[in-house]
């Protein structure tokens, strides 16, 4: 596109994906209330009811960062539930883990330094999964999702919370104007690093619209897969059953 999209060979995207995560990872959650202007809160709350996680229940957050999602999920599930915590970075994970004890809210919850694609768990062992802003950094996005849904206990349910494709000409390209323009300036002027908030850009635009991910997750196995889409569009949760 007029963009210019940088082909990342498969090989390297995890080196890359990896190297952002530790270079943003101080900053991470105030970038995230800055770059959404403190809209992620919400639409992480709306994952979170769309989720219908109850008392008792067995969560895993899988790219779960700084715990955002961990957090909500865990007030739900109450003193009988589990949520585990898991990232493939270190420096995420111990940030999260060490927000989580400040905030107080870390008990019943694991941790796990794990690869989204390969989940070390036993089958049927989820009552949900969930990754929020996760796959669009996952390499093999098929494998992820048929690993996801082996985890699951039948009536478990994933949850995808990601960037999606933006609805509607006019809001497009204010939303591209701000996110190639303005994102990676912000990200210079606060995080000292444009580049990487010049990736997440890119990252957004290469992966899958609404539709094509409700089809890989049917062709993953899942049922009764639906989608919701937030903000126009900016974001789009997707939700579907393992029967
Ligand atoms: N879920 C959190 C949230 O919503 O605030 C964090 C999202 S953050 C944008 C993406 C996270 O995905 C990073 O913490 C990164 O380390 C992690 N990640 C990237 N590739 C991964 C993979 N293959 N498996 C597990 N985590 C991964």
């Avoid at 895993?60 to 909500?72: P, R, S, V």
């Avoid at 768990?121 to 999964?129: E, K, L, Q, T």
């Avoid at 002027?189 to 290469?206: F, K, N, P, T, W």
Wanted: net charge neutral; proline share 2%; glycine share 10%.
């Amino acid at each position: 596109t007029h963009f210019g999209f940088r082909e990342v060979p498969t090989n390297e995207k995890a080196k890359l994906v990896r190297s952002v995560f530790d270079s943003v990872a101080g900053k991470y959650d105030l970038m995230n209330d800055l770059m959404s202007m403190g809209i992620h809160r919400i639409w992480k709350r709306i994952a979170l009811q769309l989720s219908h996680v109850r008392y008792g229940e067995k969560v895993l957050d899988l790219a779960g960062g700084t715990g955002d999602m961990t957090a909500l999920f865990r007030e739900r599930v109450g003193d009988k539930g589990r949520v585990i915590l898991s990232d493939i970075n270190a420096e995420m994970l111990k940030r999260g883990r060490d927000r989580l004890i400040d905030d107080g809210v870390a008990e019943g919850v694991d941790y796990a330094q794990i690869d989204a694609e390969k989940l070390p768990f036993p089958d049927n062992a989820f009552d949900c999964v969930c990754i929020a802003f996760g796959l669009r950094n996952v390499t093999h996005k098929d494998e992820a999702l048929k690993s996801m849904h082996r985890v699951l206990k039948p009536g478990g349910r994933l949850i995808v919370l990601e960037f999606s494709e933006a609805q509607g000409a006019l809001f497009k390209k204010t939303y591209d104007l701000y996110s190639f323009k303005l994102l990676p300036l912000i990200g210079k002027l606060v995080a000292g690093d444009e580049e990487s908030y010049r990736y997440l850009a890119e990252s957004i635009r290469m992966h899958p619209n609404q539709e094509t991910l409700k089809g890989m997750m049917v062709e993953a196995g899942f049922e009764r897969c639906e989608y919701f889409n937030l903000t126009q569009g900016v974001v789009a949760i997707h939700r579907g059953y393992k029967v």
